[in-house]
Nanobody
Framework: QLEESGGGSVQSGGSLRLSCAAS????????MAWFRHAPGKEGEVVAA???????SYIDSVEGRFTSSKGNDKNSLYLQMDSLKPEDTAMYYC????????????????WGQGTQVTVSS
């Protein structure tokens, strides 16, 4: 089970920190990732983090978003700085036992999502 929190509304240039709490068997997953989906757009994996390694990001958020894991390995965070209106989307935490990919269909476990809205 995955549960996100921390979404909200901010102005352009602001920051938000998303949290994802993992429980049950997902805590030992090999890859945890952040996915976003905006209305009328294709969804995309924005950050992916293997169990033992650093996070990777898509170009549009590189340098602005930082994904990290809690010390207990059961939590995943996404620090989002310098937010832009185009970052507005529903953000989801996802996990899988296989290596990280950039394809949402490869992730078996999902949270319910948290809305991020950035106004100009």
């Amino acid at each position: 089970q995955l549960e996100e929190s921390g979404g909200g509304s901010v102005q352009s240039g602001g920051s938000l920190r998303l949290s994802c709490a993992a429980s049950g068997y997902t805590y030992s997953s090999n890859c945890m990732a952040w996915f976003r989906h905006a209305p009328g757009k294709e969804g995309e994996v924005v950050a992916a983090m293997a169990s033992y390694g650093s996070a990777s990001y898509i170009d549009s958020v590189e340098g602005r978003f930082t994904s990290s894991k809690g010390n207990d390995k059961n939590s995943l965070y996404l620090q989002m700085d310098s937010l832009k209106p185009e970052d507005t989307a529903m953000y989801y935490c996802a996990a899988d036992y296989y290596p990280c990919t950039w394809t949402s269909y490869d992730y078996a476990y999902w949270g319910q999502g948290t809305q991020v809205t950035v106004s100009s």
